[in-house]
């Protein structure tokens, strides 16, 4: 089926942001990890991972439409010093990922294309859960300190 060509530019626009936050939330992970906090390196592998499969589903979309899927672009990869900034720096990606999706949305409805409205709804809904998550960690953060905080994620169980 051939797709509306600002909604396969969007969808590569959204790919190249969803391959930069995998990146940036592996080496989160990996950081954490070598800090000695595996239970919250394993939160952001997991969440990268969720992306991984966000990408899969752009890049499915994308080929479905006729377009030609962009791997080649990355944006910045922004790199939190410490667990608060990388919390505070994933709370960013995606609230920006969560207009971005809103704005694709309502694309594929100007556009009549209801199936790549529905990839992107569902993507819009998982990126809402992550904002209310990471907004809950930098809460508990400011609740009981950072040290209290990374007490409960030396652990990885």
């Known amino acids: 089926m ?3 060509e600002r909604v396969i530019d969007f969808l ?3 790919l190249t ?3 930069t936050i995998i990146s940036q939330y592996f080496l989160n992970a990996k950081m954490l990890e070598n ?3 595996p239970g ?5 592998r997991d969440v990268s991972f969720e992306e991984m499969r966000d990408a899969e589903s752009l890049i499915d979309r994308i080929l479905y439409l006729k377009g030609h899927p962009n791997l080649q672009r990355l944006d910045t990869i922004r790199v939190g010093e ?3 900034e990388q919390i505070e720096l994933a709370l960013d990606c995606e609230r920006d990922a969560i207009q971005r999706l809103r704005s694709g949305v309502e694309l594929c409805v100007e556009v009549g294309d209801h199936g790549t409205r529905e990839v992107l709804a569902e993507m819009l809904t998982e990126e809402e859960a992550h904002t209310d998550f ?3 960690q930098l809460d508990v ?3 009981v300190g950072l040290a209290n905080f990374l007490a409960a994620y030396v652990r990885s169980d």
């Open 141 to 143: 953060i400011d609740r």
């Open 40 to 44: 919250l390196a394993k939160v952001f």
């Open 82 to 84: 410490d667990p608060r």
């Open 2 to 4: 051939q797709g509306d």
């Open 134 to 136: 990471f907004e809950t």
């Open 17 to 19: 942001a969803e391959l």
């Open 12 to 14: 590569n626009e959204h």
């Open 35 to 37: 800090w000695g906090l």
